[in-house]
């Protein structure tokens, strides 16, 4: 078994489920169990936020540099700890150790971007029409924050939520996907030994329903925060309005890529298809913000495809701790049924690399990585959320019929746009409908910048100052004298 923290942490403790029930965490790559965790309920969950609840005045009430100083030190904990943490990441969410501990880099930069922005949670002062008045706005923490998060980012997902919502002074009650809780409990343990307080931020792990209801029950839990699938953030908007409670959705993504001519004639095919493919295949294309959808100009698509070919057929697949492996494991049999599903449907396309499972890896949830070229774009392999290793493009001719066709879903978290002339590009990105557009690269997010989906890829924004606004009520002060 793993060598890992393994249980639920409330009010500052260690604890198993308060029914005694527990759960095993899988290894994808093995389908072995490799960590027996607590599968807790609805009083679990009341526990943790009564917790937090309690907490939460003595938090709140401590100054942004007080808090920072806590923030700072966890920060620092986490890069120490680096290594040990991603090979915990890797082991439950098979992804390959290099992107684990780059996973654990951007966590413990987003401790130290929200050690600092919560020092700007600034208000201001307005000038009043009435003589003898003054009207000034305060920030103030919202209260008790529960957050629920999908498991192809077990560490990042929680992080980026716990770290805003703790730079604002709030109080968290977090539920990892049950898939992969041992990585928000290493989170969890840094926190504690950084100095932060008990209940301030509590961990726990069950029946998501069950705790989601607590959560969403209990009036004192005042926001939520969730990254997953667009059927459950439409469930929580419902559950939401019985309490009035916040929410933060980051939901599905479905990101269309539009290349233009030039933009493979400045790099060469094979060095943009090479960018291509790294990017497609991070994480077995378990990424919500991972490009999907290609458009690639008829004028260099077949020099693109071409390429991006033998560099698809070339990816091995194997254990995301082998340093040999380019692509480890989907995270279990439904996903990887998933995508079989998807390309055994009618595509009109053609399967130039990959499409099956590997003969090689009789157990685990391999997929081969998989490039369909010529794909019909009213298909369910275009048109649905992938969440795996396949790559689909498709030829075009005119850019706004291009735009016009990425736009046609409800989808719309992240969109890419190659091109080196100017106009074109902006033409695009002003167009395209979607919460991030990147324009000549492959990262569309940062941390220091609002992670935000439109249409019915999200409600609010994570990361950035709108991150930290996101756990921030406004206050108007009308002071008369």
Same mark, same amino acid.
């Given at each position: 078994m793993l060598d890992c923290r393994n249980q639920q942490l409330i009010d500052g403790e260690w604890v198993d489920a308060l029914g005694g029930d527990v759960?095993? /965490? /899988?290894?994808?790559?093995?389908?072995?169990?490799?960590a027996s965790v607590p599968f807790g309920g609805a009083a679990d969950a009341q526990a943790a936020i009564d917790a937090a609840a309690t907490a939460f005045p003595a938090w709140s009430g401590k100054t942004a540099y007080q808090r920072?100083? /806590?923030?700072?030190?966890?920060?620092? #904990? #986490?890069? %120490?700890r680096r290594d040990s943490l991603a090979s915990v990441t890797t082991a439950e969410s098979g992804k390959p150790l290099a992107e684990s501990k780059g996973e654990w880099t951007v966590v413990a930069d987003l401790f130290d971007w929200f050690a600092e922005e919560a020092k700007r949670a600034y208000g201001r002062t307005i000038p009043a029409k009435m003589p003898g008045r003054r009207l000034?706005?305060? %920030?103030?923490?919202l209260g008790v924050v529960g957050v629920i998060t999908a498991w192809n980012f077990p560490a990042y997902n929680p992080a980026r939520s716990v770290a805003a919502a703790l730079a604002a002074g709030c109080t968290v009650v977090c539920r990892p996907a049950d898939e992969t809780p041992l990585s928000a409990f290493g989170l969890g343990e840094a926190l504690v030994d950084a100095g932060l307080p008990a209940g301030v931020v509590n961990v726990i792990n069950g029946d998501p329903a069950a705790m989601a209801g607590a959560m969403m029950d209990d009036p004192r839990c005042r926001k939520m925060s969730f990254t997953g699938s667009t059927e459950v953030g439409r469930l929580l908007i419902r559950q939401s309005a019985d309490t009035v409670t916040g929410v933060s959705l980051e939901l599905g993504g479905n990101a269309p890529v539009i290349i233009e001519p030039d933009a493979i004639e400045r790099a060469g095919a094979a060095a943009f298809a090479k960018t291509a493919v790294l990017a497609r295949f991070r994480n077995a294309g378990q990424v919500c913000v991972a490009p999907q959808r290609f458009y690639v100009h008829r004028d260099v698509y077949d020099a693109f495809v071409e390429a991006a070919t033998p560099l698809v057929a070339a990816y091995r697949v194997g254990p995301g701790a082998n340093a040999t492996s380019d692509i480890g494991p989907l995270i279990n049999a439904a996903q990887r049924d998933r995508v079989e599903r998807l390309l055994a449907e009618p595509h009109g396309g053609r399967v130039l690399a990959g499409g099956k499972r590997p003969a090689d890896r009789p157990k685990g949830f391999f997929f081969e990585p998989t490039l369909v070229a010529d794909v019909a774009t009213?298909?369910?392999l275009w048109r649905e959320e992938t969440f795996g290793p396949v790559l689909a493009v498709t030829p075009y001719d005119e850019l706004d019929a291009a735009i016009a066709d990425a736009n046609a #879903? %409800?989808?719309g978290l992240a969109a890419f746009v190659f091109s080196h002339d100017l106009a074109r590009a902006t033409h695009a990105y002003e167009r395209l409908e979607y919460g991030m557009v990147a324009v000549n690269g492959w990262v569309p997010h940062a941390t220091e910048g609002p992670f935000t989906g439109w249409k019915q890829s999200g409600v609010g924004a994570e990361s950035g100052p709108e991150g930290l606004s996101e756990y921030l009520e406004t206050k108007l002060v009308s002071l008369f004298v």
């Open positions: 759960a095993d /965490v /899988v290894d994808p790559a093995t389908e072995k169990a490799i920072a100083d /806590v923030l700072r030190t966890a920060a620092s #904990l #986490l890069r %120490e000034m706005t305060i %920030e103030q923490p009213d298909s369910a #879903l %409800e989808s």
